[in-house]
């Protein structure tokens, strides 16, 4: 799911206390606005960014996400340090857009999860194309060849 405003958890600090250090993740599509980055500066440790969608048609199309594609680079670049991939059927990630991004724009110590899990659940039978399971993941390493 995208959200354009994510549900912050609240922490019950009790449940923290005597602790030496529980890092916090935040896992996210990527969709994030700078005023929701800036929340979470200070507050998290490790930042899990998903780059679902490498343009904005594909996202507005099966995300309802208006400028996905502009809106997941710059928060990618505030939370930089790993950065998913998911790859779809029928290259509908456009995984070439995202490797080229992190490639040029991203620094060269972040690490890049290429994930291969996408199944396909709900809404997706909505649309034929996304409605199988991806079968081939080995073509999909060539754009990363060069960030490898």
Same mark, same amino acid.
């Given at each position: 799911m995208v959200f354009r405003?994510?549900?912050? =958890? /609240?922490? %019950?600090y009790r449940?923290?206390?005597?602790?030496?250090? #529980? =890092?916090?993740?935040? %896992? *996210?599509?990527?969709?994030d606005s700078p005023e929701t980055l800036d929340l979470l500066d200070g507050v998290v440790d490790i930042y899990m960014p998903d780059i679902k969608f490498g343009d904005d048609k *594909?996202?507005? +199309?099966?995300?309802?996400a208006?400028?996905?594609? =502009?809106?997941?680079? /710059? $928060?990618? +670049? +505030?939370m930089h340090g790993q950065v998913g991939d998911l790859v779809l059927p029928w290259n509908l990630a456009r995984t070439e857009r995202v490797a080229e991004f992190l490639a040029k724009e991203i620094p060269v110590n972040t690490f890049v999860n290429i994930m291969? /899990? @996408? @199944?396909? $659940?709900? +809404?997706?039978?909505?649309?034929?194309?996304?409605?199988?399971r991806i079968t081939r993941y080995g073509s999909v390493t060539q754009?990363?060849?060069?960030? #490898?």
């Amino acid at each position: 799911m995208v959200f354009r405003r994510p549900r912050l =958890p /609240q922490v %019950n600090y009790r449940v923290l206390e005597g602790c030496r250090y #529980l =890092p916090i993740v935040y %896992n *996210t599509g990527g969709y994030d606005s700078p005023e929701t980055l800036d929340l979470l500066d200070g507050v998290v440790d490790i930042y899990m960014p998903d780059i679902k969608f490498g343009d904005d048609k *594909t996202g507005r +199309k099966y995300a309802g996400a208006a400028g996905y594609f =502009p809106v997941s680079k /710059q $928060a990618v +670049k +505030k939370m930089h340090g790993q950065v998913g991939d998911l790859v779809l059927p029928w290259n509908l990630a456009r995984t070439e857009r995202v490797a080229e991004f992190l490639a040029k724009e991203i620094p060269v110590n972040t690490f890049v999860n290429i994930m291969d /899990q @996408y @199944y396909p $659940a709900y +809404k997706a039978f909505d649309h034929p194309e996304l409605s199988r399971r991806i079968t081939r993941y080995g073509s999909v390493t060539q754009f990363y060849g060069c960030i #490898l």
